[in-house]
């Protein structure tokens, strides 16, 4: 186990570098500010064993073998939750993790926010079809002016943006900026997320034909459910999908300077409400009581639709060769109807229908993006999932 510094070298210029970010993405609140999802109210399930996780052996791409266990250790697993029906059937944790802090999930925050915008639209408050200056007047002017609500669910909106994670000084950097992850620069102005927002480049293409992963297309979707609903996001999630689903445990969001949510990539929870989520999507959106919590036409529709062409037009066709994207979710396209939310850094929830197993996953890897190691992680966990 790598050692973690000291909480006094651990800073806003680096608080995302591994090893520090072992500690950090369960502390996020010490390093940005959060509005609070919620405060939890405990597992009432003793953390589960192992169980089956020991004798699983893994085969990588070029045939060596591994165990489960091991992959865990080589790809900075923080906590891994196997879930049936509700119930936690195998279970690992990190030394010096904690299985009871939430965890930031980065881009797993699209996923929620996807679910959310689905209750929004059945509320009557949201028109997927409708150009998005219809609820964020001031994105008119910006390369957003002229698309859809269906373009940020779907990242088919066509902007000038380039997602480059290490980026030091340009627009990537700037954007870190404004949702308070990076250190200020003294010589700039500081700016809010939706002022970034609205300055986004103008389109090279048309908006509804390739798919293009862009993270502000879902920082505006939040901001497009707030004005829709009336509700800070932090408060509508709350209310209309993390208490209803039957989270137990604390969850956050941060926010930028003027309390904006980082519908993106903010959201932190953890990782056993990670796994209740997937079984929410995998029974069509009702809660372990049978309870309509997420429209099921919209779930049907983000598991079983996606514009095909879009994909393999787009720039993560490598990702998931006959994959789609749907509403902020992955159709992994493995013959299975496997779904999945990814978080970079090494954040996954993958759900497996045809046997009902549901990995959740936090890691704390320290690249934020790696082509191989990203397939690596797809090629273990299906096969994880399929020895459940």
Partial sequence: ??????????NLSNWRVNPASRYSFQHVAEFVPVAMISYGKGESQPPAAEGKLNDIQLSDPDGTAISALDHMRRSHTDH?????????????????????????????????????AGIAVADGKLDP????????????GSGYASARVRDLLDMTADIDFDEEYL???????????????????????????????????????????????????TDLLGLVIERATGVRLHQYLADRLWHPMGAKGAANVTVDRVGT??????????????ARMGQLVLD???????????PEDWVQDLRNNGDRQAWVDGNFMDMFENG????CWYDVGDGRRSFAAVGIHGQWLWVDPTNRAIIAKTSSRPAPSDDDETALEIHSLSQIARSF
Wanted: no cysteine.
């Fill in 1 to 10: 186990m790598t050692e973690i510094p000291a909480r006094a070298q651990i």
């Fill in 80 to 116: 891994l939750v196997v879930m049936r029906d509700g119930e936690v059937i195998a279970e690992w944790l990190e030394e010096g993790a904690d299985a009871s802090r939430p965890h930031l999930v980065f881009s797993i925050s699209k996923s929620v926010t996807g679910l959310l």
């Fill in 261 to 274: 949510a980082r519908a993106a990539g903010g959201i932190s929870m953890t990782t056993r409400d990670l």
């Fill in 167 to 217: 980026d030091d000084g340009g627009a990537f950097d700037r954007y870190r900026r404004a949702m308070l992850w990076n250190p200020e620069r003294p010589e700039i102005t500081p700016e809010t997320m939706e002022e970034f927002l609205a300055s986004v480049g103008t389109p090279k293409n048309d908006h509804g034909k390739r798919f293009y992963y862009a993270s502000p297309n």
């Fill in 324 to 327: 789609r994207y749907r509403s």
């Fill in 284 to 294: 069509f959106g009702r809660n372990s009581q049978g309870e309509q919590v997420v």
């Fill in 129 to 140: 079809e409708a150009l998005i200056p219809a609820y964020v007047p001031s994105m008119q």
